[in-house]
């Protein structure tokens, strides 16, 4: 079964580039991985999936290894409004299907 | 497009007593999952439905479970309450099912057992 670790939590800067890791091993070989951000009482919010290498959008970088065994999110000259719960999510390989999210990792920016 | 929407978005209910949770995915979308989610335990992933199909599931008991129409709708079941069942019941819709986790997220329906 899939096991996952993120960091807790996290302090940044306002401007500065933000790497967040997610740990995780024994995921389904090829799915993809998946990160959400959330904010306080709401549901989470996409951010950037991949499969290998990396992926880049308009938000987001996604840095992921060739043994897949972990993934980093990079969140660019960061804002206020970045101060979120930043979420892994990866397919845990077993018959049945299931998800596994990580413990989030709370990012708290500061001016 | 309109976002999912979850009804209802609060709800308290008694030990021992079942729920019904519903949530309406996105337009067009046809996949619809479920997750819990608690302070102790985190996002915790239930199962999805797709073509009113149970395609995966979460290690949680049988208590749980789920359906879905032929609209895409979904509705959720809640057995045999617990205090430990008291958490954030979100659903998510996306397109189609797949090796994607592209979800996009409700904003959840807050159960408290008492």
């Known amino acids: 079964l899939a096991k996952t670790t993120q960091p807790i939590s996290m302090d940044s800067y306002e401007g500065q580039e933000v790497n967040i890791t997610c740990s995780h091993n024994?995921?389904?070989?090829?799915?993809?991985i998946t990160w959400y951000q959330q904010f306080p009482s709401q549901g989470p919010r996409f951010i950037i999936q991949g499969y290998k290498t990396k992926v880049t959008n308009e938000v987001a970088s996604l840095f992921i290894p060739a043994d897949r065994k972990s993934s980093t999110l990079s969140l660019p000259r960061v804002s206020l409004s970045d101060t979120a719960v930043y979420y892994c999510l990866v397919g845990d390989g077993g018959s049945q299907g299931n998800l596994i999210f990580g413990k989030g990792t709370k990012l708290s920016v500061k001016p | 497009k309109a976002g999912v929407t979850q009804t209802p978005r609060y709800l308290i209910k008694t030990r021992g007593q079942q729920v019904t949770l519903s949530c309406s995915p996105i337009s067009g979308h046809r996949s619809v999952s479920w997750y819990q989610q608690t302070p102790g335990q985190g996002l915790q992933f239930l199962f999805e439905y797709f073509s009113e199909t149970q395609r995966n599931k979460g290690n949680f008991p049988g208590r749980f479970s789920g359906r879905q129409f032929s609209n895409s709708r979904s509705e959720m079941n809640v057995s045999t309450l617990e205090l430990g069942d008291s958490a954030l019941y979100l659903c998510?819709?996306?397109?189609?099912?797949?090796?994607?986790?592209?979800?996009?997220f409700g904003p959840g329906t807050r159960l408290t057992v008492t």
């Open positions: 998510a819709s996306s397109p189609v099912p797949g090796q994607s986790y592209e979800q996009y």
């Open positions: 024994n995921i389904a070989t090829n799915d993809y």
